[in-house]
């Protein structure tokens, strides 16, 4: 994936089957995403390098890497 | 940007070494309680799920052998694993289970029955393992029966765990976790949020 493209995807996370385990917080090199109020993941797109690193570990497969508009 | 690793990120000791001296004295089965206590204390008082997110020693042990040392198949879970009727369905399972591992702790402090010195994996089979005695004497054996039911549990969730994190992602009894789906509920209902 080349710098480019990676610089346009972000995090999106589908909230019905997040599980709020928080393993895709652990593994956010820049801190962009958060567990809110225990209930789902909330990525923030303004920090997101588009890294895929939360939609690789996530166990419940609830983030996809979208292309932001 | 994050660098290294933390103290939390050492807690998969504290789960090694909960489940290796139950092995050697059953009474340390009664710790695992905390595993119980603290994250519902943490999401009823604490409105968050702080404890599956920094804490679990179990958590932690699945990403260090599946993540981190690689030895997960890393397939992605089945929907039904993922879906709320087994999520919900296997928390019920496992609160009937813990009711009924109390109804023999209760039997065995009325008298009504004996006390069963076995660890029992998958509610079927005794671990082949003499070792897990009790302190010693003059501990009410309830307090025994319990223990053996406790750890019983713990390591069937344990075993269900790994082979998870073998088969599909690490994290992956992080799904269908009774304490994390428990958590998670209670969360959603203070929040409004539909289950």
């Given at each position: 994936?080349?710098?480019?493209?990676?610089?346009?995807?972000?995090?999106?996370?589908?909230?019905?089957e997040?599980?709020?385990?928080?393993?895709?917080?652990?593994?956010?090199?820049?801190?962009?995403?958060?567990?809110?109020?225990?209930?789902?993941?909330?990525?923030?797109?303004?920090?997101?390098?588009?890294?895929?690193?939360?939609?690789?570990?996530?166990?419940?497969?609830?983030?996809?890497?979208?292309?932001?508009? | 940007?994050?660098?290294?690793?933390n103290w939390?990120?050492?807690?998969?000791?504290?789960?090694?070494?909960?489940?290796?001296?139950?092995?050697?004295n059953?009474?340390?089965?009664?710790?695992?309680?905390?595993?119980?206590?603290?994250?519902?204390?943490?999401?009823?008082?604490?409105?968050?799920?702080?404890?599956?997110?920094?804490?679990?020693?179990?958590?932690?042990l699945?990403?260090?052998?599946?993540?981190?040392?690689?030895?997960?198949?890393?397939?992605?879970?089945?929907?039904?694993?993922?879906?709320?009727?087994?999520?919900?369905?296997?928390?019920?399972?496992?609160?009937?289970?813990?009711?009924?591992?109390?109804?023999?702790?209760?039997?065995?402090?009325?008298?009504?029955?004996?006390l069963?010195?076995?660890?029992?994996?998958?509610?079927?089979?005794?671990v082949?393992?003499?070792?897990?005695?009790?302190?010693?004497?003059?501990?009410?054996?309830?307090?025994?029966?319990?223990?053996?039911g406790?750890?019983s549990?713990?390591?069937?969730?344990?075993?269900?765990?790994?082979?998870?994190?073998?088969?599909?992602?690490?994290?992956?009894?992080?799904?269908?976790?009774?304490?994390?789906?428990?958590?998670?509920?209670?969360?959603?209902?203070?929040?409004?949020?539909?289950?």
């Open positions: 994936m080349s710098a480019e493209s990676r610089k346009r995807k972000k995090a999106k996370v589908f909230l019905d997040c599980v709020a385990c928080g393993a895709c917080v652990n593994v956010c090199p820049v801190g962009a995403i958060r567990i809110f109020k225990g209930i789902w993941a909330v990525p923030d797109s303004g920090r997101c390098i588009g890294c895929s690193r939360c939609e690789a570990i996530c166990p419940a497969s609830a983030i996809s890497m979208e292309v932001s508009k | 940007m994050k660098t290294g690793s939390k990120d050492k807690m998969w000791i504290v789960s090694l070494i909960y489940f290796s001296l139950g092995l050697f059953i009474m340390f089965a009664w710790l695992g309680m905390l595993c119980f206590v603290i994250p519902m204390i943490m999401s009823i008082f604490g409105k968050e799920k702080a404890f599956c997110n920094s804490y679990c020693g179990r958590g932690k699945f990403t260090l052998l599946g993540s981190k040392k690689k030895i997960s198949l890393n397939s992605k879970l089945p929907a039904f694993l993922k879906s709320k009727w087994f999520r919900y369905g296997f928390l019920l399972f496992f609160m009937v289970m813990f009711v009924n591992m109390l109804f023999a702790t209760w039997a065995v402090f009325s008298g009504s029955g004996s069963n010195e076995a660890i029992r994996l998958f509610w079927t089979f005794n082949p393992w003499e070792w897990a005695n009790r302190a010693g004497e003059g501990i009410p054996l309830w307090t025994v029966q319990f223990a053996y406790f750890y549990l713990m390591l069937t969730s344990l075993m269900l765990g790994i082979m998870s994190m073998l088969i599909f992602k690490p994290r992956s009894w992080c799904v269908y976790c009774p304490m994390g789906t428990a958590t998670q509920m209670i969360c959603k209902i203070r929040e409004g949020e539909k289950l």
